[in-house]
Each structure stands twice: as C-alpha cells, then as structure tokens.
C-alpha cells in the first residue's frame, strides 16, 4: 500500500519568524544541538528560545542522545572516531567511548547501559557498555550504515545501511545480525513507535518512508511525498519523529525546506512546514507541545507548534546544525531525575 498526498489537498504552512505566539512548553526544557562545521554544541532554552551556552566538542558532531538520567551527554564526533561523553551542565569531556570509524548516530538500549552505534567507514554495528567503556561486540551489516534504533522492550536493534539499502535486524541478547529488509535508496534514519510493533525508516535518495511490521520484518505501507513547486529531487526525508498518542510523524525533507506532517494512523501525509535550510532532524520538547528542526544549511532551528502544525520561531545557531537532543529541567533548575 502506497500512501501519496494528493496535490490539491497539500495544505503548506509557512514560516514565519514572528514572537512566540503559542502558550509555554508545558515543561521547561534544555536543547542541545550538534552544529558540523563548528565542532560544538549549542544549547536552547525551551522558555526563552534564547542560545545559553556553546562548547566545544570532536570534529564533525553529528547523532546526540541523553543518559537516561540526563547526566551524560553522548556525541558521535564522526571525524574523531569517537562517541564523546560530555557534562551536559558544563561541557566539560567526561570519556571517549570507543565506536569504529566514523560514528553517524547512535540507540541507547531502554535500560541506558549499553550504546549501539553506526559506522559509516566500516560497515559495522559498534556495541558499547557505556559504564565499563568497553567493546562487546562488532557486528557486520551493511556498506555505509547510518541510522540506529533500538525497539522500546530492548529486544531487537536494527542499523540501515545507506549503500546496501537495507535495514538490518540484530538480536540484543546474542548481538548478531539475524535478518535484513530492503527498502528504498539510502536509508539514513530509523525510529519505533512507543508500543515497538512498527519500524519507521525514511529513504533520502528514493524520497519514501518505508513503515514496516517489526515482527515479520516486512515493509507495509510506502509513504510518498509531493510539493507543489518543489522538484522531487529535492524531496529527501531524513529525520522521523513520531508523538507518543500515535497522532502524528514528523518527517524532515532535506533540502525542499520542509518538514512533512503524516497522519501515523492512516499514513497520509497531511500537510508541509516551511523550516530553515536543508532541514536534517526533528526532536519533540517532553511535553510534546513542540518540534525542533535543525536547518544545516541556514545555520538554525525551527520551533514548531504541534498542536497548530505551524512554524513559531527560529533561533540561529552554529554552522550547519545535524542533530538534536532535549532534556526536560526540573522546577528549581539541575538535571532531571
């Protein structure tokens, strides 16, 4: 089943660069951004949408996920060769996590002990404990891996493979690679849904999203996109959010500038959103009230509401800003627990 947004339905919902129009975050909240060509971090008030704070991290930032506790900041420094552990509260280096060369993104396992990550220059899954820093395992997939996901019971953990085309399935509990699904060109991203019974995984090049059942492993629904005006070269999903009331997948579409809204019950896509430049990745606020872009291109991001589908802010960040990460801050300030 193919799912194509009918072009005179598509409803496109600009941009604009007016005050903060909606009511807060339900919860404050801190947004880190990985900014390529910088070598740093930026962090974002979720109240205020004010830059706090930038630090320096390894070449080439890219995938950045949360310690589930919020200590730990984890960064792939693709060009260092090295997943760097970073003092979110004051960017200091923690530790260096040894990851292959060229980590791209990266899953931390539900219960936060161990970190999967991808390696675009060799072709393997790097499997690390994140408290001993030590290799469990190397497994082979296919050429050019890139996205990383791991299924919410910790079960199973899949890696796309840009070159190959395919997802593939690996075991936690043995860490082998156990099967793989082919899906359109360039596979770059892959996300769960809340309940792990579906696997969403985007495809640059072929311009799809593949929805596939994870326990037959099999694609089930293909998502297409068409944007009056834009040619479909242009059309690149990358980035995949999904809400947690199964309502809504955000969809970031590279350089067409937009971001797609799909319906992810019916898998039709709904509408566009105007964003930044050469928009990589989506993260949705713990409330879930707001979406973030990261515009490479334009060099910042875009806040969305989720409850108007309309783009609210925008804050200049670094150079060409790939990823993003957001940690909820408790009344008072500090980490959360």
């Not at 260092?80 to 970073?86: E, H, L, P, R, T």
């Not at 070269?233 to 980035?239: A, F, K, L």
Request: proline share 6%; glycine share 8%.
């Amino acid at each position: 089943m193919t799912a194509r947004a009918p072009r005179h339905r598509i409803a496109l919902l600009a941009l604009t660069a007016a005050p903060f129009l909606g009511p807060a975050p339900s919860r404050a909240a801190e947004i880190f951004v990985t900014n390529e060509r910088d070598n740093t971090v930026s962090v974002i008030d979720s109240e205020s949408y004010a830059v706090t704070r930038t630090f320096p991290v390894g070449r080439r930032p890219r995938g950045v996920v949360f310690s589930k506790d919020g200590k730990r900041l984890f960064v792939c420094a693709s060009d260092s060769d090295s997943v760097q552990v970073i003092d979110p509260d004051d960017g200091k280096l923690l530790a260096n996590l040894p990851s292959g060369e060229d980590p791209e993104q990266f899953a931390l396992s539900p219960d936060g002990r161990t970190l999967f990550i991808a390696n675009e220059n060799n072709a393997t899954t790097t499997v690390v404990d994140v408290e001993t820093h030590s290799v469990k395992a190397q497994i082979d997939v296919g050429i050019e891996p890139e996205g990383m996901a791991v299924s919410p019971d910790g079960k199973t953990a899949v890696t796309t493979s840009e070159t190959t085309n395919m997802v593939h399935w690996i075991d936690v509990a043995t860490l082998a690679a156990i099967d793989a699904t082919p899906v359109d060109q360039r596979p770059r991203h892959a996300e769960f849904t809340r309940d792990g019974k579906t696997l969403w995984v985007s495809s640059e090049i072929g311009g799809t999203v593949a929805v596939i059942d994870v326990a037959t492993r099999t694609v089930r629904h293909t998502i297409r996109f068409e944007i009056k005006g834009v040619a479909s070269d242009r059309i690149q999903p990358v980035g995949i959010s999904l809400t947690d009331d199964g309502r809504h997948a955000f969809v970031a579409l590279g350089p067409s500038d937009r971001v797609a809204v799909v319906d992810a019950r019916t898998f039709e896509v709904t509408g566009y959103i105007l964003v930044g430049r050469r928009v990589w990745h989506t993260a949705l606020t713990p409330g879930q009230d707001r979406l973030v872009t990261t515009n490479g291109v334009s060099g910042d991001v875009t806040v969305i509401d989720v409850a108007t589908l309309k783009a609210i802010r925008t804050v200049k960040v670094g150079r060409y800003p790939w990823g993003a990460a957001i940690r909820p801050v408790p009344p008072g300030g500090g980490v959360a627990k």
